[in-house]
């Protein structure tokens, strides 16, 4: 079997995923983003909303960015 099989129906796409192919935190990780994407489009973020996380992101960053990293090789 593959690690990946994609199949395609008129109403759905199914994904099959081959455990052994594939980490247990890889794919937490992939769920764990399918269902944020999913709640995403059912919010109706529009780009107002969009733009103001991006601008808190990024005061975030220049405030604290470089404590953060300050730990990390260059």
Excluded: V
Excluded at 31 to 41: G, H, P, S
Excluded at 47 to 57: F, M, R, T, W, Y
């Amino acid at each position: 079997m593959e690690n990946l099989q994609i199949e395609r129906t008129t109403n759905q796409i199914i994904l099959k995923l081959n455990k052994k192919g594939f980490s247990g935190e890889f794919l937490d990780s992939l769920i764990r983003r399918l269902k944020t994407e999913e709640l995403a489009q059912k919010s109706a973020l529009d780009d107002k909303i969009l733009k103001i996380a991006e601008e808190i992101n990024q005061d975030w960053w220049d405030k604290n960015g470089e404590e953060f990293l300050k730990n990390i090789a260059k």
